[in-house]
């Protein structure tokens, strides 16, 4: 039955998803690697499954042997090349931990703002996500975007870092002497 539940799930069937689900299958299924279901499902950035598995008690917060979590899963897809800023709010809103790491110490803001989901970066900021917060490599998600040139990730979280007392009103960069980095930030408004 597992090998089918997981099949029902990665289609997208949601009638066959639940069918499994009440006639017992287990609702934190791992496939071959390791992967939940709702690790799966996230990635896939299939809401409607995402609700029925958490609706039925699926973990949030599991990881596999890399650390990655429904959640890590949800903010980036390397296959569509987009995270699903939908998915991703529902699993905070649910309890995801928005700081758990993956390998390396990077946390979801940060693979976020690396691939420049701009909504995605929003949305762990508005959730409390750690600007501040270095990766392994000592790097945060504004020096780790600003090697791809997200304008728009980077204008985000040059505020976010002003907002946390870094960099208050200036344009100062992070990065070594001699490094070729634009950086960009926006007025404060003073109200």
């Known amino acids: 039955m597992n090998s089918a539940f997981i099949k029902a799930v990665v289609s997208g069937n949601i009638e066959e998803t639940r069918r499994f689900l009440s ?12 992967l939940t279901v709702l690790m799966l499902a996230s990635y896939a950035g299939n809401l409607e499954i995402v609700k029925v598995l958490v609706k ?21 897809n390397a296959e569509s090349r987009k995270g699903s800023a939908e998915v991703t709010q529902f699993l905070i809103d649910a309890g995801a931990n928005i700081e758990a790491p993956i390998s390396f110490g990077i946390r979801p803001l940060m693979l976020a703002a690396g691939y420049g989901e701009t909504v995605v970066v929003e949305i762990l900021l508005k959730a409390g996500a750690d600007v501040l917060a270095r990766n392994e490599g000592g790097l945060t998600a504004l020096m780790m975007v600003k090697q791809k040139h997200y304008v728009d990730v980077i204008n985000i979280l040059h505020e976010a870092e ?26 404060v408004n003073k109200a």
């Open 23 to 34: 006639d017992g299958a287990d609702v934190n299924s791992r496939d071959a690697n390791g």
């Open 56 to 76: 039925a008690g699926a973990n949030v917060n599991m990881n596999d042997q890399h650390g990655w979590s429904p959640l890590s899963k949800a903010v980036y």
């Open 162 to 187: 002003r907002d946390a007392g870094v960099g208050e009103g200036s344009c100062n960069s992070k990065n070594e002497p001699g490094s070729k980095v634009v950086t960009f930030l926006k007025p």
